[in-house]
């Protein structure tokens, strides 16, 4: 079971000795453990559930398989580029606080010199990476396949090429799954036919994606199109853009899966 990165040296160690494995979804294991009515929270209880839980997995189930070296010094730098944007973003936030409140010039002082510390070195990850992309021609060629899609920058690029290149997704609809992005039915008494995206997995990844998809709707004929099309069938404006959210990201599984340009649909 995945517990943050602790779990990676021992995996890597028993596929070197010959292990078979299979990485259990920690959300999915806890869900399991309260369905047999599991109570304490024991190693041993924990081993038990997880034994159990394997078991009743799926002949065919996707075992765990190690990241080309390339792929895990990428996602090293990803990592920490997303560590330092989250840390930007909360010293922005207290600086908020301070303009609305009687702080001292001194901590003013020390949240501006923190963020520009933290920017600069933001910029120094991203060339780090994209000269690490650069370095290897697979990495190369799916970030510029991905930026052949209007609405896809430099921002998004980066992170699908890390996505794709680290996830072993079969189907547009494992990666549109995969980012929360997949409608969620909810019904209840009178209330009928309401959706909503399932919002799992990574939030940072679906923030970004809601961007590229703001810009999509504007400068890609097919998601406007779509876009407006949702409109017209009397779909709210977040409910369309969820749609373009969608769209999007399957239209950039495409073209890295047929190793293709993005080519326009619409006429």
Not at 35 to 41: D, Q, V, W
Not at 214 to 230: F, G, M
Request: some cysteine; overall charge positive; proline content about 3%.
């Amino acid at each position: 079971e995945a517990t943050g990165v602790y779990h990676e040296a021992l995996v890597y160690y028993l596929h070197e000795q010959g292990f078979t494995i299979f990485m259990a979804n920690p959300g999915k294991a806890k869900k399991y453990a309260e369905s047999i009515g599991l109570t304490h929270k024991t190693d041993k209880s924990d081993a038990a559930m997880l034994s159990y839980y394997g078991e009743e997995q799926p002949q065919d189930i996707r075992l765990w398989q190690p990241e080309a070296p390339e792929v895990r010094e990428l996602k090293s730098l990803m990592r920490r580029l997303s560590a330092l944007e989250k840390d930007r973003q909360r010293e922005h936030n207290r600086l908020e606080s301070c303009e609305i409140s009687d702080t001292s010039d001194r901590v003013r002082q020390s949240l501006h010199e923190m963020i520009t510390v933290i920017e600069v070195e933001i910029e120094k990850l991203k060339q780090n990476i994209d000269e690490h992309i650069n370095r290897h021609p697979p990495l190369k060629k799916n970030r510029k396949l991905l930026e052949s899609i209007k609405g896809i920058g430099e921002v998004m690029s980066r992170e699908l090429t890390y996505l794709f290149a680290a996830k072993r997704f079969k189907t547009a609809k494992q990666v549109a799954a995969y980012m929360g992005l997949i409608p969620k039915m909810k019904e209840s008494g009178k209330i009928k036919g309401y959706t909503a995206l399932s919002k799992t997995g990574p939030a940072h990844l679906r923030a970004k994606l809601y961007m590229a998809a703001v810009t999509a709707k504007q400068h890609n004929p097919d998601i406007r199109r779509q876009y407006e099309r949702l409109l017209a069938a009397g779909k709210t404006k977040m409910s369309a853009l969820g749609a373009a959210m969608r769209k999007l990201v399957q239209v950039c599984f495409g073209v890295v899966k047929n190793q293709s340009e993005f080519q326009v649909q619409t006429a």
